[in-house]
Structures are given as structure tokens and as C-alpha cells.
């Protein structure tokens, strides 16, 4: 069985950085593509990031580009999303995700093509 379980998630002020980790247990990790999502109150869950399962490559929501940065390392089965410059409208439950399926591109921004999930950490930015 497949676990994600997230953490690092916090109140900061605006400017601020946060790193959130994604810890997975269950599988060999270095055979999912891991995705960042997240949900603010009364909006739907939207993509953050992905990172390939080398590592190698990466893709962001325009959003956040030159902001946040995902990684892994998949010695500790463990990705992160280091946030910097955070804002206010940052605010929302992170989610990680994992997807094994073999796809001939890492740019997966949709919620549906990720077979497993973590339950979310709250990240709240203050003005």
C-alpha cells in the first residue's frame, strides 16, 4: 500500500519561504512522476508542480514559476516544494501526488492522472 504523508506546512507572512515535504512508503518511489497540488477554500484543487522520476525535469503552473521549486531525492523517498516569495493568495492546502503509469510527458496538471495522494498540509500566508 501507497503512502504519501506531507509536512512543513505553517503560517508565514507575506515574503516568506516555506519548504514542504512529501514523504512516500509502500512502493519504490523512484518510479512516480510527484506532483503538487492545492485547494484554497471554495476553489477547486489546482496544479503546482511536477518533477520527473529522475529528477531531471521539471514543470510549473505559470503561477509560480521563478517562485517555488520542486525537487526529490529519492534516496529518502521524499519530495519537496520549496515556496519562496510567498503571497497572501498562496493560501491553500498543499496536497502531493504520485503517478506511475508510464506517459510520454511529465506535464501532468490534472488531478485525475495521479493514482495516490497524501491528506494535504495547510499553508496559510498572512498579509
Known amino acids: 500500500q501507497v503512502q504519501l504523508v506531507e509536512s512543513g506546512g505553517g503560517l508565514v507572512q507575506a515574503g516568506g519561504s516555506l519548504r514542504l515535504s512529501c514523504a512516500v512508503s509502500?512502493?519504490?518511489?523512484?518510479?512516480?512522476?510527484m506532483g503538487w497540488f492545492r485547494q484554497a477554500p471554495g476553489k477547486d484543487r489546482e496544479f503546482v508542480a511536477t518533477?520527473?522520476?529522475?529528477?531531471?525535469?521539471?514543470y510549473y503552473a505559470d503561477f509560480v514559476k521563478g517562485r517555488f521549486t520542486i525537487s526529490r531525492d529519492n534516496a529518502k523517498n521524499t519530495a519537496y516544494l520549496q515556496m519562496n516569495s510567498l503571497k497572501p493568495e498562496d493560501t491553500a492546502i498543499y496536497y502531493c501526488?504520485?503517478?506511475?503509469?508510464?506517459?510520454?510527458?511529465?506535464?501532468?496538471?490534472?488531478?485525475?492522472?495521479?493514482?495516490?495522494w497524501g491528506q494535504g498540509t495547510q499553508v496559510t500566508v498572512s498579509s
Open positions: 501526488a504520485a503517478d506511475e503509469t508510464p506517459r510520454p510527458t511529465i506535464r501532468l496538471a490534472v488531478a485525475t492522472l495521479y493514482e495516490y
Open positions: 509502500g512502493r519504490t518511489f523512484s518510479s512516480y512522476v
Open positions: 518533477i520527473s522520476r529522475s529528477g531531471f525535469s521539471t
